[in-house]
Nanobody, 115 residues
Framework: VQLVQSGAELRNPGASVKVSCKAS????????IDWVRQAPGQGLEWMGG????????KYAQKFQGRVTFTADTSTSTAYVELSSLRSEDTAVYYC?????????WGQGTQVTVSS
């Protein structure tokens, strides 16, 4: 099983960013993909997740309205898009397969928001 994420991103405040997570080695539609971020010096923060089988999503309340999860079953790729970026969104963003637990993780994508 592998989850491979897209590369680092630098954005201005107010912009949007979209991070991808390409899955391989298992049936993509069999498990949720969650998104978790870690800001500098802070712990892991769960953002929510998507069921690739039917596109159903769940968002942490903090991110509702500003984050969108999508999944492309033809390429086994999940995406997170975060809009209206602010400096506090600077973090490493991870995708994780939600099997019995978060059993497989992507390598992380650094998103930096700075003017």
């Amino acid at each position: 099983v592998q989850l491979v994420q897209s590369g680092a991103e630098l954005r201005n405040p107010g912009a949007s960013v979209k991070v991808s997570c390409k899955a391989s080695g298992y049936t993509f539609t069999s498990d949720y993909i969650d998104w978790v971020r870690q800001a500098p010096g802070q712990g892991l923060e769960w953002m929510g997740g998507i069921d690739p089988e039917d596109g159903g999503t769940k968002y942490a309340q903090k991110f509702q309205g500003r984050v969108t999860f999508t999944a492309d079953t033809s390429t086994s790729t999940a995406y997170v898009e975060l809009s209206s970026l602010r400096s506090e969104d600077t973090a490493v963003y991870y995708c994780a397969r939600r099997g019995a637990s978060w059993d497989y993780w992507g390598q992380g994508t650094q998103v930096t928001v700075s003017s």
